[in-house]
């Protein structure tokens, strides 16, 4: 039996308020005054509303913190053509949306509202600056590969002839200190040139299941070896039932290898290191979503430190090969670092406040890689 008219009117509608509040897109709408209709899930969340703020604001007030929003939407009467796809950065969050905006019309044409359709961009975003960082690697990587080839040979020969020089003048003690001095240098540069190599030669990994907690207090051992630790704490503090990570255990053991030495460097003999692991709870929480949908089991540790800190010009540099502030540093600590995580499809964020302290955040998948 056919239903009357007017509740078959009311389940389409109450489907539609459905299917709006849960859509994965941002939509809000107002009407011609400025008053808002329509808010759902998604937009809430984007703009950090509470439940019950949307009933009968004016969107100026609604969205006093989204001044951008507010902008795009006073447009939404006035201009000829409405943006078709458009991109903003929120200045309160930092999310990158995407957005549509359309006139609502009435049954005349006339535009009685208008909706801002939108979509979260952070995760595309962040996926093609990995890729635009990965195209530069590969070239970067290709011309030092081709130099570091080139210039091997004619140091050979260097350090041949100064073998030589120094067998036909036994006699000259000067003249030996000078020769030796020559060899020592053209190693000192074979060297550099075999560390060249070894970066920009692709990562093989050797995937075994490989305890976090091993890796981390190998690559403590490994760090304080190398670099001076002096009166700097290293706290680790890492769930004994972490899962085992399917994972090359010694490249994972020279990542964290990297970021230790470089806090050491930056604590210069005082202050704390922290390092923390844990399991991401779900995609909120930073959990991988390799597909774009389904978050993975996946694993967070943490390297904190309370130095200094680095200035923004210097943070957005931070993992370009060759780039340091040291003077002894030849800036490929880093870069290991990122292809290594790269090459285990895990994630590496820098977060830094100039003068309070670093944190680099690894994010690695659970799973096994064949
Ligand atoms: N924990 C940190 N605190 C402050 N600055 C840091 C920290 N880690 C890295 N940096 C900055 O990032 C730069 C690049 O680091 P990276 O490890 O790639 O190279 P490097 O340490 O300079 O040289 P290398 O590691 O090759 O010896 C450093 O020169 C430093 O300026
Ligand atoms: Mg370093």
Do not use: W
């Amino acid at each position: 039996m056919p239903k009357p008219a007017e509740t078959s009117s009311r389940l389409a509608d109450k489907f539609f308020r459905h299917m709006v509040g849960n859509m994965r897109n941002g939509v809000l709408a107002i009407d011609r005054q400025g008053g808002v209709v329509l808010v759902n899930d998604e937009a809430r969340r984007l703009f950090r509303l509470a439940a019950g703020d949307a009933a009968g604001a004016g969107y100026a007030d609604l969205l006093h913190e989204h001044p951008d929003i507010v902008r795009v939407l006073g447009g939404a009467f006035e201009l000829q053509s409405l943006p078709n796809r458009a991109e903003l950065r929120l200045k309160s969050t930092g999310t990158v949306i995407g957005y549509t905006l359309s006139l609502v019309r009435d049954d005349h044409g006339e535009p009685m509202g208008a909706a801002l359709f939108f979509k979260d961009l952070t995760h595309v975003e962040q996926i093609e600056e990995r890729e635009r960082l990965r195209d530069r690697l590969a070239a970067v990587g290709e011309m030092a590969a081709v130099m570091a080839h080139e210039i091997k040979n004619p140091l050979a020969g260097i350090e041949v002839l100064a073998g030589l020089l120094r067998r036909k003048a036994p006699d000259h003690p000067d003249v030996q200190a000078l020769v030796g001095d020559i060899i020592n240098e053209a190693k000192m540069a074979n060297a550099i040139v075999q560390e060249v190599l070894a970066f920009v030669r692709p990562v093989r990994l050797q995937v075994d299941r490989t305890s976090v907690a091993d890796a981390v207090s190998n690559a403590v051992a490994l760090a304080d070896g190398k670099a001076t630790r002096g009166a700097i704490v290293v706290d680790l503090s890492i769930p004994a039932d972490l899962p085992l990570l399917g994972a090359d255990q010694h490249q994972l053991t020279q990542v964290f290898c990297n970021l230790l030495i470089n806090a050491y460097e930056a604590l210069d003999g005082h202050g704390r290191i922290e390092i923390t692991a844990r399991m991401a709870r779900g995609a909120d929480d930073g959990a991988l979503l390799p597909d774009g949908h389904a978050a993975v089991p996946t694993v967070l540790v943490d390297v904190i430190d309370d130095g200094p800190g680095m200035p923004d010009d210097v943070a957005e540099k931070i993992f370009n090969p060759f780039f340091t502030t040291k003077a002894q540093g030849s800036g490929l600590g880093l870069a290991i670092v990122r292809k290594i995580i790269d090459a285990h499809d895990g994630r590496i964020d820098m977060t830094t406040a100039d003068g309070r302290g670093t944190r680099f955040r690894l994010t690695l998948p659970v799973g096994t890689r064949d």
